[in-house]
């Protein structure tokens, strides 16, 4: 079956700096993938989204970048703050599909 | 707007008993899944239900059921329940079925199976 999976599991960053957050899909018929964020004792929020027509999409601070060629999916968060700490996970889908695939995680720590 | 709410938020029960989860969807939406998600670990697919009728599961066994009613609520029933059910069980609201459109999760229901 699909497997999605991140390249590191932690990762720790000075408040301020940029954070990127990485993570690799295996089915390269997936078109729609989605970043979200959990924190302790919370349900996954929804951050940003992007379909497979992009090889970018910015939001508010947050930006998702689409390699299909090498089946990555890369989260970029600007001057990070204290209240970005939390596990990221990135979740893939075919529009066509009913069920997202989700990676283990990677768990983001903010240093103040 | 209201968010997807579930009850309730935690839940101890002991093995062979049955349990029953329910959610209710954010408003507008009519399509609900569940995930289950161990600790350390991306939530798991469990089924997906629109239009009141399942459409689609993933790798879980009969034992694991659910409705959904013409509100769009849903209720996950678990039967037997076994030490490896303990995880947090997550719904998600979203728009029509398949990947149209990204899914609303809950604060999802904290099992422990002892």
């Known amino acids: 079956g699909e497997s999605v999976g991140l390249h590191l599991p932690t990762l720790s960053v000075q408040e301020g700096d940029n954070s990127i957050i990485n993570c690799a899909y295996s089915n390269s018929a997936s078109d729609y993938f989605i970043w979200y964020k959990q924190e302790s004792g919370k349900g996954p929020q929804f951050i940003i989204d992007i379909r497979s027509n992009m090889d970018k999409r910015q939001g508010q601070r947050v930006t998702v970048l689409l390699n299909k060629t090498v089946k990555h999916l890369s989260l970029q968060i600007a001057a990070t703050q204290p209240g970005d700490s939390a596990v990221y996970f990135c979740?893939?889908?075919?529009?066509?599909?009913?069920?997202?695939?989700f990676g283990t995680g990677t768990s983001l720590t903010v240093i103040p | 707007e209201t968010g997807v709410t579930q009850s309730p938020t935690h839940l101890i029960k002991t093995r062979g008993q049955q349990v029953t989860l329910r959610c209710s969807s954010q408003?507008?939406?009519?399509?609900v899944s569940w995930y289950q998600q161990a600790l350390g670990q991306g939530p798991q697919f469990i089924f997906q239900y629109y239009r009141e009728e399942e459409n689609g599961r993933g790798n879980f066994p009969p034992r694991f059921s659910g409705l959904q009613f013409p509100n769009y609520s849903s209720e996950l029933n678990v039967n037997a329940l076994e030490l490896d059910d303990s995880a947090l069980y997550l719904c998600?609201?979203?728009?029509?079925?398949?990947?149209?459109?990204?899914?609303?999760f809950g604060n999802g229901t904290r099992l422990t199976v002892t």
């Open positions: 408003s507008g939406h009519n399509t």
């Open positions: 998600a609201s979203s728009v029509g079925q398949g990947g149209l459109s990204p899914l609303h």
């Open positions: 979740a893939e889908n075919l529009i066509t599909g009913n069920q997202f695939y």
